[in-house]
């Protein structure tokens, strides 16, 4: 009675974890569309997206690119491949199915910006 309670709780794990219950369940892959909306001396041709998981760049043409993409992934706007003699460090956000990033190319400075050149002037190294 025991061997047989026993092996239909084996069965049973077996089929649950066969559907799915009880491993991590595997994310969907989708095409990102996207939106770019600069504020740079640049054409809008000069700038890709990058998947930073999987390593894949897409071009932007006339301010969208698609890319494919998990929820788990991050995007990152990069410089086009025509255009890398240019030093470029674009905003980074969550891949989503419809994305907007906005990435402005003017340097602010900022509070934490002063702070930081102070630290690095006066540090004890």
């Given at each position: 009675?025991?061997?047989?309670?026993?092996?239909?709780?084996?069965?049973?794990?077996?089929?649950?974890?066969?559907?799915?219950?009880?491993?991590e369940?595997?994310?969907?892959i989708?095409?990102?569309?996207?939106?770019?909306?600069?504020?740079?001396?640049l054409?809008?041709?000069?700038?890709?997206?990058?998947?930073?998981?999987?390593?894949?760049?897409?071009?932007?043409?006339?301010?969208?690119?698609?890319?494919?993409?998990?929820?788990?992934?991050?995007?990152?706007?990069?410089?086009?491949?025509?255009?890398?003699?240019?030093?470029?460090?674009?905003?980074?956000?969550?891949?989503?199915?419809?994305?907007?990033?906005?990435?402005?190319?003017?340097?602010?400075?900022?509070?934490?910006?002063?702070?930081?050149?102070?630290?690095?002037?006066?540090?004890?190294?």
């Amino acid at each position: 009675m025991f061997k047989l309670a026993l092996g239909s709780l084996v069965a049973a794990v077996i089929g649950l974890h066969s559907v799915g219950f009880l491993t991590e369940a595997e994310e969907k892959i989708f095409v990102s569309r996207v939106t770019l909306e600069e504020n740079c001396e640049l054409d809008i041709n000069a700038f890709a997206v990058a998947n930073l998981t999987t390593g894949d760049v897409r071009s932007f043409r006339y301010g969208e690119a698609f890319i494919r993409a998990k929820k788990s992934d991050w995007l990152k706007i990069v410089i086009n491949e025509d255009y890398q003699d240019i030093s470029f460090d674009g905003e980074k956000t969550k891949a989503g199915k419809q994305v907007k990033i906005v990435q402005n190319c003017l340097s602010e400075t900022t509070l934490d910006s002063i702070f930081d050149s102070f630290n690095e002037t006066f540090s004890n190294k």
